[in-house]
C-alpha cells in the first residue's frame, strides 16, 4: 500500500493519477480538502485509491501503527505559499509534521520520497548543487524555504536521507494546479491574463545584466515530475537529496511566446515594474543542476517548454470544463 499525503494537491493528485496509469489502486489519499470554494476535491475525481484520511488524523494513526501494510509514502503535503508569514504554522505544517512521518517510515522500513524546494536555495548565489555537503551554506529568502530546508538539515543529521529521497523541486506547472490562487504557475496565470486583457504583463529587470523579461527559471512540467518519482518507487536504493527540474533555464519571454502559440494569438507583451517589496527578494535566474539525477540512473528524457505549454493550454486549460482533472486524457 502507498500513502501519499497532499493527495488531492497539485503534485499529489498528479501523482495519483500517474501510479494508476501503472495499473496502482491500493493507494491511500491524506489531505485536507479545506473550504468548499477551492473544490480541491476535484482533482481526486475519476482517479482510484482506497481510501480518504484527514490530514489531522493522519499522524496518530501512524503513531498507533494503525496502517497496516504500507511499502511507501510520498510525502507532497505542506503549505507551500512562499508568502506566508506565519512562522509557527510553517514550522508546524512543514517541518514538524513531516519529522512524524519520517519518523515512522525510519523505525518501520517503509520507503519515503518527500518535497523539498529549490526555495531553499535563497537567492542562488551558493549554486544549485544538491549535495548534501553543501546545506549548511544555503540562506532561503523566505520562511517557506527555511521551513523545508530546516527539515532536510534535520533528516541529514538523523540519517532519513540514507534511505529516502528527497525532491527539491523548481518551478512546476500543469494540470490540477486551478486550486492554488497566487501560487499557481505563471503559465496558469498567463492564460488566463492573455484570455481577458489579449496581453501579458512581465516584471521589468532591474539589474542591467538582464533585460526586461529574460530572467530566467527551469520550468518543469508536471508530468516530468510524476515519471521522476514512480521511478524512485521502483528504485528504492534511490536515497537523498534531488534537484527535479529539467537541467535547462528558459526565459519569462520564451514562456510567454510559447503560451501565446498555443493559443494562437500573436505575442503582446507589457514590462511593469516589480513591486519594491519583491526586488530584494528576486531571484533572477534557476537552474537545477541535475547531475545527481543522471548518475543515479535517471535517464528519460524532459518535456520541453513549448510542448510542455502547449499541451496543458490546448488539452487541459482550453477545456470547456473549468477544472483541471488529469483522467480526461488517459483513464
Not at 496558469?188 to 542591467?208: G, T, V, W
Not at 533585460?211 to 520550468?219: A, H, M
Not at 535547462?248 to 519594491?276: C, E, G, H, K, Q
Not at 539525477?293 to 488539452?315: D, P
Request: aromatic share 12%.
Amino acid at each position: 500500500m502507498i500513502i501519499i499525503t497532499g493527495g488531492a494537491g497539485f503534485i499529489g493528485s498528479a501523482m495519483l493519477w500517474e501510479l494508476n496509469c501503472n495499473g496502482e489502486e491500493d493507494i491511500i489519499v491524506v489531505d485536507d480538502l479545506g473550504s468548499t470554494t477551492t473544490e480541491k476535491w476535484r482533482n481526486l475525481s475519476g482517479l482510484h485509491f482506497t481510501d480518504f484520511v484527514s490530514k489531522d488524523l493522519f499522524p496518530d494513526l501512524l503513531e498507533r501503527n494503525a496502517l497496516k501494510g504500507i511499502s511507501s509514502i510520498i510525502h507532497m503535503g505542506a503549505n507551500s505559499s512562499t508568502t506566508e508569514t506565519d512562522a509557527d504554522h510553517l514550522l508546524t505544517n512543514n517541518y514538524g509534521y513531516s519529522k512524524k512521518i519520517a519518523s515512522f517510515c525510519n523505525a518501520h522500513d517503509v520507503r519515503l520520497i518527500y518535497a523539498s524546494s529549490a526555495a531553499t536555495y535563497g537567492d542562488g548565489s551558493n549554486g544549485y548543487n544538491d549535495h548534501i555537503e553543501g546545506l549548511d551554506v544555503l540562506r532561503p529568502l523566505n520562511m517557506y524555504g527555511y521551513s523545508k530546508h530546516l527539515f532536510d538539515c534535520w533528516a541529514v543529521k538523523h540519517h532519513i536521507l540514507d534511505k529516502a529521497a528527497g525532491l527539491k523541486f523548481f518551478n512546476v506547472y500543469g494540470p490540477n494546479e486551478y486550486h492554488k490562487g497566487d501560487m499557481s504557475s505563471v503559465v496558469y496565470k498567463a492564460f488566463h491574463q492573455i484570455l481577458e486583457k489579449e496581453s501579458l504583463n512581465l516584471f521589468e529587470s532591474h539589474r542591467p545584466d538582464y533585460r526586461d523579461g529574460e530572467q530566467l527559471r527551469d520550468f518543469i512540467y508536471v508530468r516530468d515530475c510524476t515519471k521522476i518519482m514512480a521511478w524512485m518507487l521502483e528504485n528504492p536504493s534511490t536515497a537523498g537529496l534531488f534537484n527535479v527540474g529539467t537541467g535547462t533555464a528558459r526565459s519569462f519571454n520564451d514562456l510567454a511566446n510559447a503560451t501565446f502559440s498555443a493559443l494562437d494569438r500573436p505575442a503582446s507583451l507589457n514590462y511593469i515594474p516589480m513591486p519594491r517589496s519583491l526586488r530584494d527578494k528576486y531571484q533572477y535566474y534557476t537552474c537545477a543542476d541535475i547531475t545527481k539525477l543522471r548518475l543515479a540512473g535517471y535517464s528519460q528524457e524532459f518535456t520541453s517548454l513549448e510542448n510542455g505549454i502547449k499541451e496543458y493550454v490546448q488539452h487541459y486549460l482550453s477545456s470547456c470544463n473549468p477544472y483541471l482533472d488529469m483522467v480526461r486524457s488517459t483513464l
